[in-house]
Each structure stands twice: as C-alpha cells, then as structure tokens.
C-alpha cells in the first residue's frame, strides 16, 4: 500500500547500546513478544557477531516471533553475515542488515578506504547476504552527512545488487529536516530502480530532530522509519516511535497509515523503561508523567471547559490512565473545586473564594498539593466561615 508506513524498531539493537541498560535473553524475548503485540512490522534483534550473548538473543526472538520480521545486523563483512544467518535460520520472516560508512568522514578517517572500495564492499555484501535470506537491508551510514551524488551511485549498486530496503541514516543527527528531506527527494528522482525497494529513516536525536527528520523522510518518499521506543539509544538516542506514530494518527494532511495499535504505547514504554532501567523523563511526549497533567491556572481552566483546549491527544489514544490536574501555587479557583469535588467535596462559589488564599499559602510551601493535603486544608475550614455542614455530608462520600 502506497501510503502504509513500515515500522521498524530498533530498541533490542540500537536502543539497548545505551551504557547500563544491558538485556538478558529472556527480558530480550519479552520485549520482542511486547512489540510484535504492538504492531510493530520489523523487529531488529540484535547484532548477532557482536557476542556470544546477542547470537543466542537474536536466535530466541527468531523461533518465536511469528508475525513480524526479525531483523539482524551486520557490517559489510562476510563473517558478520554468515552468523546473522545462521542466528535467523528459524524466523518466519529473516531480514539482514548490511551495510557500511558512505560519508567521507567514513570513508577516509574511519574505514581508511576510498570510494571506489566502498562502493565495491557495499556491492559485495548484500549479494553476499543475498544467498542466504530475500530480504536484505542496506545501510549507508552517515548518509546525513555523505555527499548526495555519491549516496545515489551507492544506492542505485545495491539495489542492482539485490537490495529489497535501503537506509538512510543520519547517523550523527546532523541535518536539518528539510536538509533531510531533501536528500531522500533527491534519491527517490535520481536513482534508477528505487521505485522497486524501500527507502528507511534512520535518524538520531544529537540536535533534538530525528522525529522532525523522520517525518521528512516520509513526506519525500521513504516507506520505513527505524526508531525506539521512548527514543532511546546510541548518544542522545534515536526516533522516538510514539512520536512519529502519534504524528501520523493526528495528522491527517501526511495521509500515512501504520498498524501499530496506539492503546498499548505507554504498557509498551514502561516495560522497556522497567527492564532497561532508563526511566522516561517527565515531559517525555505522549509517554512522559506530565504529558496529560495541567498545573497553569489558565491552562486547567481551559480544559476543564473542554478538554481539546490543551490536549490533541486523549490519555485513552495511547493507553495512559488520566488526565491530571496538578494542584500548585499556579493553580486557579476552577482546579482547586474540581479537585475538591473529586474527593468528596462539592463547595459552592464562595465557599472555594474563602478557601483559596489558605490554598496559595499552603502552595507556595509544597511543590504540589495532593488528595492528603487537601483533607487538611478542609479541616481547618472553620476558620474560613465555610459551612461545616456541607463539609460534614460531602465527607460521607469519601
């Protein structure tokens, strides 16, 4: 389907290099079975060569995986591919990932190597991992970074050669999104062949952009976009998959489509942050504690009104609990009563006008007000003039 977006996560590889957030096998295959659950359509194991540890990983999730592709990366080597095939031998639906640096930071300071060599290298592994599985990926990394006639002659090779996905990487997570974009468009109209593979996103987050930029390499004509869940990975991580897949179901205008079943997003990104012990930052996008809590007067007002003032996204879309409405010294008389009401007392006007200031001094000495407090402050209404007996029945209800 012309318009369907092929997600491809990356969290057992690329996401698990993060330092201090090393899975064992059996964690590993729990994710996996969580993100087949999800709608995840590609799922990259591991890095099979690289241990002993990650062979048996990427071997365990290939058995049992059964809808999803299990997906194994390489680099350009012929031994790094024979045990990516021998790891894959059981998957339903085995991928390679093969590829090498296309940037001349790559090239000549890296690799030690010149184009012409690369070029070759490039060739020769995916026809090499050709002979063992259909579907092979190629990477040219820092393509972000790799000069965009070059990237066209490499790309084109590989899909000569057999290539059925080609990636994209901005490796370091240097380029601007229209940048990005850009060279994605430029491909797609100078490549012979392109039309018969699939373009991927690989963007990391060193500047804050690889959503942005994944989100332009879809507009201009990629099909996959390799990311994370809660955006972790190598540095300052990569793609964030709840971002891109919130954007597109919010997003009319991209007209793309996923299968990935947004209710299980944040279940998804907490047993990830649980088993990789990388907590999710509060202001985290749609996964984030804060990211459905008010605490601005104005802001709790507006949504008290209706909701869609200051949410595009309901907690229901990606399986979150509640909206909250944070009570702290910013907070205004219509979040103080519902908060109120919600623990049993339903206060008049007046009644929640007479209470406010002793609210703001409480505030101003906590950085929030919870359920507790409140009850507190309630107690002491008697020196507020509020009526004792309305606060005597709605206890009742507590």
Known sequence: MKNQIIIFDTTLRDGEQVPGSKLNTAEKIKIAYQLEALGVNVIEAGFPISSPGD??????????????????????????IDVAADALKQAVAPRIHTGIGTSDFHVYSKLNMNRSSVLEQAIASVKYAKKYVSDVEFYAEDAGRTENQYLAKVVEAVIKAGATVVNIPDTTGFCLPEEYGAKINYLMENVKGIENVIISTHCHNDLGLATANAIAGIENGARQIECTMNGIGERAGNTSLEEVVMIMQKHDRLQFINTINSKLLCETSQMVSDMMQMPIQANKAIVGSNAFAHS???????????????????????????????LTARS????????????????????????????????????????EQLKILIDKASFLNINSQNIQASSVNL
Request: glycine share 6%; net charge negative; proline share 2%.
């Open 296 to 326: 601005s007067g104005i802001h709790q007002d507006g949504f008290l009104k209706n909701r869609e003032n200051y949410e595009i996204i309901t907690p229901e879309e990606v399986g979150a609990i509640d909206s909250s409405i944070v």
């Open 55 to 80: 062979f048996e990983a990427v071997e365990a999730i290939a058995k049992r995986i059964k809808f999803a592709t299990v997906c194994a990366l390489t680099r350009a080597v012929e031994k790094d």
């Open 332 to 371: 205004g008389r219509a979040a103080l009563a519902y908060r109120l009401k919600n623990i049993g007392f339903d206060l008049t006007k007046d009644e929640i006008t007479n209470l406010y200031p002793e609210f703001l001094e409480m505030a101003d000495k906590e950085k929030e007000i919870r359920d």
